[in-house]
């Protein structure tokens, strides 16, 4: 069974950092590019950041420079560092594995994350 368990998420005041885990089993992780998406308050989802089986990443349109993604083939876990955080940040953050040359592509359940200002 495919498990993708996102954790790390909590409150936080503005100014503070946090660190997403997301912990992957049950699927050959390091043949899947993974994708940090984030879904705010009445909002659409959006993509945060992706790192490809390379390490190459990319981040969402104006999120470059507080948002870090990285991963650990060996450990099977993605991690989405977030520094100087916004009450705007706050939402439900989200992995999601994809292989896509064989069309498979899982989802997590999500991390909430909450900023106060």
């Known amino acids: 069974q495919v498990q993708l368990v996102e954790s790390g998420g909590g409150l936080v005041q503005a100014g503070g950092s946090l660190r997403l885990s997301c912990v992957a089993s049950g699927i050959d992780f390091s043949f899947y590019g993974i994708s940090w998406y984030r879904q705010g308050p009445e909002k659409q989802r959006e993509l945060v950041a992706r790192?490809?089986?390379?390490?190459?990443?990319n981040y969402g349109d104006s999120l470059k420079g507080r948002f870090t993604v990285s991963r650990d083939n060996a450990k099977k876990t993605a991690y989405l560092q977030i520094d100087s955080l916004k009450p705007e940040d706050t939402a439900v953050y989200l992995c999601?594995?994809?292989?896509?040359?064989?069309?498979?592509?899982?989802w997590g359940q999500g991390t909430q994350v909450t900023v106060s200002s």
């Open positions: 790192i490809t089986t390379t390490g190459s990443t």
């Open positions: 999601y594995a994809a292989w896509s040359s064989r069309g498979r592509n899982y």
